[in-house]
């Protein structure tokens, strides 16, 4: 069997098209969608991830700002930032970018961000909304990764779903989002002992480690969906997957590719939170 590929770049293409029309009737009705970015430092990774957002952002018509500050930059300055962000009308949603320098904790700036304005998902209040189910925010990655199942139809309920990986913003929250979509799940992480024959039973298998080409033909079940998550980069410079694809693509039924796959998605998954943030914070329906 040869996967058919699910092209994240494409997908993402065609949700911001629907949603350049959502934000030109939303503007009809006196309404911008508006993202503010943080960004603290000069960490290179992040200013390219924080581009990327604002010109997505324009390919959808979404309004957007960064506000860049030094490396030096205090909690206290930050969070009063926030405080301003959350009582700014214009200003729909906030993301402060990481990772933040280390006299700043990510906890208090995650929790100071107003959760009605937390595009990223990220607050307390709404990973606990999520968890049990209730409509929320929910963190773009795992977000972009059901959107993808869903793309094509591929049925999660009943299946098997083996996570490998369990931080805060990948691998926890895609397994709650698989079970909330009735999908049996299993999370595999560092301390797990049988890896690979757990991951060899997955009907849908997510592979979020950040290791190159760790999950290889072996570890997966002939006809099984495979997303990959990781983004890691090669000493010859390029992007690859924590999936092994060329051996992987043989035995699986669908599979995501490194890059075009799940990284766009996040992007176009942040852009419809912010639409979703505007109309919330606005009591705008449609
Ligand atoms: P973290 O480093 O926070 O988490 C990695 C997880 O993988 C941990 O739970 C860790 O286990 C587990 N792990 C590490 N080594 C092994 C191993 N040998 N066997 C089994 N599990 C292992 O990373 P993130 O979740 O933030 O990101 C994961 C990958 O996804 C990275 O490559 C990152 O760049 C990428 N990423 C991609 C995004 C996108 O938009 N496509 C967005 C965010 C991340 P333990 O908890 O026990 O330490």
């Given at each position: 069997m040869t996967a058919e590929i699910i092209n994240g770049k494409d997908l993402s293409t065609e949700l911001k098209l629907e949603m350049k029309a959502e934000v030109e009737a939303l503007k009809e009705k006196g309404l911008i969608p508006h993202l503010t970015v943080v960004l603290i430092g000069n960490n290179p990774a992040s200013k390219s991830y924080v581009k990327g957002k604002e010109k997505a952002a324009a390919e959808t018509g979404i309004s957007s700002s960064i506000v860049e500050l030094p490396a030096s930059t205090t909690e206290t300055e930050l969070l009063q930032l926030i405080q301003e962000l959350n009582e700014?009308?214009?200003?729909h949603g906030i993301l402060v970018q990481l990772p933040?320098?280390?006299?700043?904790r990510e906890k208090k700036v995650i929790e100071a961000i107003h959760p009605d304005k937390d595009v990223d998902g990220f607050h307390p209040i709404n990973i606990g909304k999520m968890m049990a189910g209730e409509d929320t925010f929910l963190p773009c990655t795992p977000y972009g990764i059901i959107t993808m199942l869903k793309s094509k139809n591929?049925?999660?309920?009943g299946k098997h779903a083996v996570v490998i990986g369990r931080s805060n913003i990948v691998g926890k929250p895609v397994g709650q989002l698989l079970l909330n979509e009735n999908a049996t799940v299993t999370y595999c992480h560092?301390?797990?002992?049988?890896l690979q024959e757990l991951a060899a039973n997955a009907d849908i298998l997510i592979a979020a480690i950040?290791?190159?080409?760790?999950?290889?033909?072996?570890?997966i079940k002939e006809g099984a969906v495979v997303i990959d998550v990781g983004i890691n980069r090669l000493e010859n410079g390029s992007l690859t997957g924590d999936v092994d694809f060329e051996s992987a693509k043989e035995k699986a039924s669908y599979i995501t590719p490194v890059?075009?796959?799940v990284g766009p998605m996040t992007i176009t998954m942040l852009l419809k939170n912010t639409i979703k943030a505007a109309k919330g914070l606005s009591n705008i329906e449609g």
């Open positions: 700014d009308t214009s200003v933040l320098p280390e006299q700043i591929i049925k999660i309920e560092s301390r797990t002992k049988n950040g290791r190159a080409h760790a999950i290889t033909a072996d570890y890059p075009r796959g």
